[in-house]
């Protein structure tokens, strides 16, 4: 993703506040000093002060991660580090991709994606071992749902839905240019048996790492916002027909390309039998026509041979999806007469003040208001409209012109919310620290509550352990929870705006 601006402060801040969420002040150090551009291991102890054996340490966990990337200079025979910002974000969507996760590959793929990303990249005997274990203790599942066949099944479907992928990310390479790997070496499941009871075994799978396929789950978010555009738009059937038309693109289309291959209308038609919906099955054609005449323009008819043959623009799928969510946002920051300004000066981008005052519907002294307050916030931009032979003695009288430069609003607007994550995960982590002494104390008093139980503890007792809670201090502890969940809801929908707008600028 380019950022340019004022952003590129904002990013940055956010990029560097995660690192130190999630691996302290150290991995913050250096990634701060790989914020502006590649360097080499002398170059960065120099700028952090840190004893090169820490820095060695410090670079080891985020390439292990994939947070930095490294490449050897052949005129030198030096190796130079980079940092990659976006895969940094991606730190805040990691809670989506394990329920994604889990709702295509069930309970222990979740765990599975879960001890990939807490480690970095991982053997397939690994996982498995350690996702037996939790699954063990922490379930009540019996040992055939729990058994090792059943754990191999779990991870190999994990790979054929390409959620993993095989990891080079430890070697030498700035990027991995070379096509995803998917093999899966044959494993033994008698050895990791043995592994499990504390005994040397060879799994069969030594050296082969796993990685969690980040750009696969990207292209599952960037479907998902746009079936959800077309349910929301028409209905749940719209949104099936949409989810076919995304599959038999993947079939024929590159993943990232702007406009899909054109799509037989008989593929459509085969597709849409299999799904058991007799209503869009009944009524295609219409639903077909319906998303072809369709203003958004997601989907466009490209040829008549076979019935038809109809093509998903994902570029301009973005575009417009990048223009409701900014009408949406003036609607909740300026009132729905701005965004009726918004949207008009959209419609007719060169429209004068005079019309606007004359189409919005609304008193001129009001639409003047909201006009230059969207202008001066930036999300209008003024256009001097010169005439022919003018004067400087007359350009009090110069007329002006109203549009919108999408591309500098979108930028904006993603400085916006990177700023507002910022401030999110700041004031989070105030709100745990604050109260911590209270937040261990009920965790002591639920441990104590449980091991009593289990030793067949009497309600009464239960209840003396219970008070050891005073009233005052469950009430401040469930008010700093309830700001706690209010702000990770907040972080969650700011992160998906963010993520649409990310789409928009990747197109464009």
């Known amino acids: 993703m380019l950022i340019v601006g004022s952003m590129r402060d904002f990013y940055n801040k956010l990029c560097l506040l995660i690192l130190e969420e999630h691996f302290g002040p150290l991995i913050k150090c250096i990634g701060n000093n790989l914020l502006h551009g590649t360097k080499t291991l002398r170059a960065i102890c120099f700028g952090t002060r840190l004893p090169l054996a820490k820095v060695k340490e410090g670079l080891c966990v985020l390439i292990k991660y994939g947070y930095v990337t490294c490449q050897q200079i052949e005129e030198d025979d030096t190796i130079e580090y980079s940092l990659d910002h976006d895969k940094i974000i991606m730190i805040l969507r990691y809670p989506r991709y394990m329920f994604f996760t889990k709702t295509y590959c069930g309970d222990e793929g979740e765990i599975m994606l879960e001890e990939i990303l807490k480690h970095g990249y991982l053997t397939a005997s690994e996982v498995i071992i350690k996702t037996y274990k939790r699954v063990e203790k922490a379930s009540n599942k019996s040992d055939e749902d729990v058994s090792l066949p059943n754990l191999k099944d779990a991870f190999e479907l994990l790979v054929k839905n390409q959620f993993l992928m095989r990891s080079v990310s430890f070697d030498t390479a700035a990027k991995e240019t070379e096509k995803p790997d998917y093999n899966l070496p044959e494993l033994d499941l008698r050895a990791i048996h043995y592994m ?132 949406n946002i003036v609607t909740e920051r300026f009132g729905s007469k701005a965004a009726r300004i918004f949207r008009l000066v959209r419609m007719d981008s ?159």
């Open 196 to 327: 499990m009871q504390g005994q040397e075994a060879d799994p069969g799978d030594g050296k082969v790492y796993w990685k969690v396929n980040v750009d696969r789950f990207t292209q599952d978010f960037r479907d998902q916002i746009v079936v959800s555009a077309m349910t929301q738009r028409f209905n749940d059937s719209a949104g099936k027909l949409m989810r076919q038309l995304i599959n038999l693109m993947y079939v024929r289309t590159a993943s990232w390309s702007d406009t899909s291959n054109p799509i037989p209308y008989t593929e459509i038609k085969e597709a849409v039998k299999k799904l058991d919906c007799p209503e869009l099955e009944q009524y295609l054609d219409q639903y077909l026509q319906m998303m072809e005449e369709d203003s958004s323009q997601f989907v466009r008819r490209v040829g008549d041979s076979g019935g038809g043959q109809y093509s998903i623009n994902m570029k301009n799928a973005f575009k417009q999806l990048a223009w409701v969510t900014l009408e």
């Open 350 to 508: 060169g429209v004068t003040l005079e019309q606007i005052q004359q189409m919005a519907m609304i008193p001129a002294k009001e639409a003047k208001f909201f006009a230059y307050t969207l202008v001066q916030e930036n999300y209008i931009q003024i256009q001097e409209l010169k005439k022919g032979g003018s004067s400087a003695v007359d350009s009090r009288k110069a007329s002006f012109r109203f549009c919108i430069d999408l591309p500098t609003v979108v930028e904006m607007e993603m400085e916006h919310c990177c700023q507002a994550l910022y401030n999110i995960i700041q004031r989070r982590s105030h709100e745990s620290t604050s109260n911590r002494r209270m937040i261990e104390k009920q965790l002591r008093v639920q441990i104590l509550s449980a091991n009593m139980r289990e030793h067949g503890a009497t309600e009464q007792q239960l209840a003396d352990i219970a008070d050891m809670m005073t009233p005052s201090e469950n009430e401040q502890l469930e008010k700093a929870q309830k700001a706690i969940k209010g702000l990770a809801a907040a972080e969650f929908h700011i992160d998906e705006t963010l993520f649409l707008l990310t789409m928009y600028v990747r197109y464009h």
